[in-house]
C-alpha cells in the first residue's frame, strides 16, 4: 500500500471571486455541456454530461461523482487531463443539470448503470478508462464485472465491495435533509463543516467543490441534487437496522473485473475500511491500493498529489 500525504500547504486569505489559478479563467478550459436521452421504467429522462478536449479523441476518461455530488466535481483532474485525453463527466440521475426521476425508488445502481451503457454507446468508443468517486465507484465496479464491458482502466476512490456500517450510517444522516441558507457565503460554510472528511483544502480549491454543489433555489441557496435520491438510501439504511444484517457484499462482482485497477482511499476514511482494501489488493483485479494521510471519505482529486497519482495509472 502507498500512502501519501495529501494536505495541501497551509494559505488564507483568498477571496470568493479570486481566481483559482490561470487555466480555471481561461474559456477554453472550460467544459461543453452535453445531454443524452435515457429510458427509465415508465419513461424517458435526460442525463447530462461535461466533456473536456477533443471531442474527436478515442482516449476517453469517464468520470463519475458520489451520491449527493455531480460531474464538475472532476474539473481541476479534468482541467489536467483534457490535453490529452476527452474527459466524459456525467451528472448521474438526480444531481446537477440532469432530470429528476419521477420515482425516487429508481434512483439506485440498476438505473444508474443502465444510464452509463447509454452514455458510453453515445460516447462511440470500444474502451476507456472508468473514475469513480464512491456511489461512481459503485457503478464502475459493477459495469466493469459485466461480460463485453468497455473499461480498460478503473479508478475505484474510496469505496468497495463492502460497506462500513458506520460510513453508511452517517451518510443516510445528511442525504436529503435540502437545508437552506440566505446567501452562497452562507452555504459554502455550512459545505466546510459538513465536508471536512473531504481533508484540508485551500480557499481556492474549495471553491471547487463548492460553486457547483450549490444552487440557487428563489431567494435562498440549497444544495444541487434531488433530496428524493436519500428514499431508496434511508429505505436501505432501516432495513439494516432492523435485520441486524451488514450492507450487501459485492465482492462476486468485484472478483469478476479483469481489467487493472487503482484504489484511492482517504486514511481516515469511514467508508473503505483498511482491511476490505488490502483484501481488494489480493483478490480479483489485485488493485494497485494508495492511501491519503489528513483523508477520510473522499480524496477530492483536487490536491496535486491525488490527480498525479491517477495521472500515473492512466499513463
Sequence with gaps: MIVRDSRPPPRCGASADEPVNAAMTDPTAEPVLRHVTCAHPGGLHRLAYWQWGDAANPDVVLCVHGLTRNGRDFDALAQRLAPRKRVVCPDIAGPGRSDRLRDPNLYGLPQYIADCVTL???????????????????????????????????????????????????IATYVGTDPRYPSFEAAEQALRLAMVNFGPHTDEQFRLLSRHALVRIGDTWGMNYDP???????????????????????????????????????????????????QMSARGPR????????????PTLIVDDQIAAVERFLG
Design 287 to 298: 488493485a494497485q491500493v494508495v492511501q491519503f494521510e489528513g483523508v477520510g471519505h473522499t
Design 228 to 278: 428524493a435520491i436519500a428514499v431508496p438510501v434511508k429505505a436501505t439504511v432501516a432495513a439494516l437496522a432492523a435485520s441486524g444484517a451488514q450492507p450487501p457484499s459485492l465482492w462476486p462482482l468485484y472478483d469478476q473485473i479483469g481489467c487493472p485497477t487503482l484504489v484511492l482511499r482517504g486514511a481516515q476514511s469511514d467508508v473503505l475500511s483498511p482491511e476490505v482494501a488490502a
Design 120 to 170: 458510453i454507446a453515445r460516447l462511440d468508443v470500444e474502451r476507456l478508462a472508468w473514475i469513480g468517486t464512491s456511489m461512481g465507484g459503485l457503478i464502475g465496479m459493477s459495469y466493469a464485472a459485466l461480460p463485453g464491458n468497455a473499461v480498460a482502466k478503473l479508478v475505484l476512490n474510496d469505496v468497495g465491495p463492502e460497506i462500513d456500517p458506520v460510513g453508511l450510517q452517517r
